[in-house]
Structures are given as C-alpha cells and as structure tokens.
C-alpha cells in the first residue's frame, strides 16, 4: 500500500508529484490547512489498511437458503467486466495483493469471472480465492459460468490455470443441520477489505445489498470514489458513531423484530441514515420514516417475511 500509505510533502509541481495528482494516487491541500488536520486525515485513511478486495461478479444462485444476504433481492450479474477488470488494475497499483470472488454461486452464473481472476493473478496478487457452495463437486458435463467442463476435476484444473489459488466452500454443520439450512470504542475505520457488489457500488460491507453510498464505478471513476471516502455521509457516520441515532427508526413491522446477524441491522440502519440525509428527511417526519423504511426493504429484499442474516 505503499501510494496509500500517509506521507506528506510540500506542493512544488514537480514531475512526480504531478503524476501522482493525475492519477488520483494524491491530492493537493492548501497551505492554510492545519498539520494536526492532515496528521488525523493520515492516521483515518481508510485504504491505507485495506489488504483484500472482495468482487461479487454476481446475485445469482441455485441454492436457497435461509440465512443468505442475498435472500429476496433481485438477481443481478455483472455485465461490464471492463470497469471490474480496471478496478482490479487500480488496486493492484496500490498493493492489494489478495483478490476473492464470491456470489451469489459465481461459479455457476459469474459469466467472465475466470478471466478476471487470471487478471487479478497477473498483477502479482499473492491469494485469488473463491468462495462456493460446491454444486459442481461430483458432477459430470455441466456448464460452469458459461463453460463445458465433463467433470469437476476438469473445473478445478481451470480455476487453477486460471490463476485461483484458494477455493472455499461454505458448510452449515453435520449434513442434516446443512440441509435444512441450505432449502473498543476507539476511531473509526472502515473493515479491511472493500467489496464491489455485482450492481457496481462500492461498500465496506458484503450485507449492505444495494451499497452504502460511497459511489458506483458505473458512475464514477473508482479513483473518485476512493479519495472522496472520508467526506462522504456513510463515513462521516460511523467516525463520529452516530449510527445508534437511526436505530429506532428500523421499522420491525417492515423488516421483522430479529435479525439473525448484527451485520444485517447495521446494513440497513445504515441505508436508511443515508436516504434519510439524502432526501432531507427529518426523524420526527413519520411519514417520511416509515417510506424510507419501505424503499430501503425493497432495494434489499428484507421484509418481515425474509429471515434477517
């Protein structure tokens, strides 16, 4: 993370400083800014930590299970594997070194992915791992993110000249428990890794189904997004823990009065923050609440009627 990393330097145009402005790999202060400013904008980087980028190439499953974070949204596969392949290219220039591809089933549906797991694998990343649910173990002329493959053992030689390097498989406990599954205080910082959702936002959370609001490389250049972190509202939210505000505005005949993982809750606590910003929506504005609470429900697919995982 060495171009992530905090240094600072007096602004003298020269050459390399110039390329690192174009690129996006710096930023020009004024001079009126404050030290102890940049010294805390340094120390809260939050890319200056980030060691592992995770890519949902896509929604799409063949399993249904109960616990899913995907449970109930629309099925969705990445179609513009250019933007992927630069966002791979990007990270890599700033020292990622382990890339994951999840889904939804990525090796089923993920149309593309191997090719960029190969990209990925070309830019010297140490770990290209995919996380699956195993269909394909055992089986015989299937097709695998739109490829013939006459057994798994043809699969996984082509994940592995395709540069993957780790497999995952996800097992819920002794097969009967799996199969009824699968029918400090102290500053913030965002997780160390980041995930691109198969829709193209950007968030530091893999339950956060429609992004948190940082930014879509579909939109902006991801470099944009990356620098603008620490001045956006999802971020300003958590440094200054004011998550707990919103809450009592989750609506528990919308979305249910358990969920099953405190990663859903502050997902969607944290969709409905940011709409609520966004669309000028006060907290004593019970109509406009109880709205929000229905759009951010649709967007994920997390009603009452859907377990909360």
């Given amino acids: 993370m060495r171009l992530a990393s905090a240094i ?9 400083q110039l390329a690192l402005v174009a690129r996006g790999y710096a930023r020009i202060f004024p001079d009126s800014t404050e030290t102890r400013d940049l010294a805390r904008r340094m120390h809260r ?15 799409r499953c063949n399993y249904s299970c109960s616990h899913c974070y995907n449970a109930g949204v629309e099925r969705t596969t990445e179609t513009k594997l250019e933007a992927l392949s630069s966002a791979i290219d990007t990270f890599a220039g700033m020292g990622v070194r382990e890339f994951a591809f ?4 990525v090796t089923k549906y993920g149309d593309g992915w191997l090719d960029l797991a190969e990209k990925a694998r070309g830019t010297g990343a140490a770990i290209v ?8 173990l055992g089986g015989e002329d299937f097709e695998a993110a739109g490829r013939r493959y006459p057994d798994d053992d043809a699969y996984l030689r082509d994940l592995k000249a ?4 780790h497999v995952g498989f996800s097992i819920d406990g002794r097969r009967e428990a799996h199969d009824a599954s699968r029918g400090i205080p102290g500053f913030y910082r965002p997780s160390p890794q980041l995930t691109i959702k198969a829709n193209g936002e950007l968030a530091t959370c893999r339950l956060a189904d429609a992004g948190e609001g940082y930014g879509n490389i579909h939109e902006r250049p991801l470099l944009d997004i990356l620098n603008g972190m620490q001045d956006s509202f999802i971020y300003r939210l958590h440094a200054g823990r004011r ?3 919103y809450l009592c505005l989750v609506d528990p005949d919308v979305f249910g ?5 405190l990663c859903a809750l502050r997902a969607v606590t944290t969709m409905i923050a940011r709409r609520m910003h966004d669309q000028f929506v006060e907290p004593d504005d019970a109509e406009g609440v109880a709205r929000i609470n229905r759009e951010v429900a649709l967007v994920t697919g997390r009603t009452a009627g859907h377990a909360m995982s």
């Fill in 8 to 16: 600072v330097q007096p602004y003298r145009a020269s050459p390399e």
């Fill in 45 to 59: 980087n939050p890319l200056e930590h980030v060691r592992r980028l995770v890519i949902e190439c896509t929604s």
């Fill in 102 to 105: 999840i889904g939804g089933e």
């Fill in 129 to 136: 791992s995919v996380l699956s649910n195993g269909w394909f």
């Fill in 162 to 165: 395709h540069g993957v390097t």
């Fill in 243 to 245: 998550i707990g505000e």
């Fill in 257 to 261: 009065r358990r969920f099953a993982h």
